[in-house]
């Protein structure tokens, strides 16, 4: 759990937004499928995003 942790302070806005992404084309792919699992990777998705907002706009007006 510290890993993943770890991982999320120290990487770049632009990886965790790439991460972002790439989780909700994975969620628009198992959609219909999936509908319930897919709702909980774009839930994923835009807590990640909100996160990248954060930690740039931190980074900038520090």
Do not use: C, D, H, R
């Not at 302070?9 to 937004?17: E, G, I, R, V």
């Not at 219909?32 to 807590?47: C, D, N, V």
């Amino acid at each position: 759990m510290n890993k993943f942790l770890s991982f999320f302070k120290k990487a770049t806005p632009l990886l965790l937004l790439s991460i972002s992404a790439g989780v909700e084309i994975l969620a628009k792919v198992i959609e219909s499928k999936f509908p319930t699992i897919a709702m909980g990777l774009q839930l994923l998705t835009f807590m990640v995003f909100i996160y990248t907002l954060i930690k740039f706009f931190n980074s900038k007006f520090k």
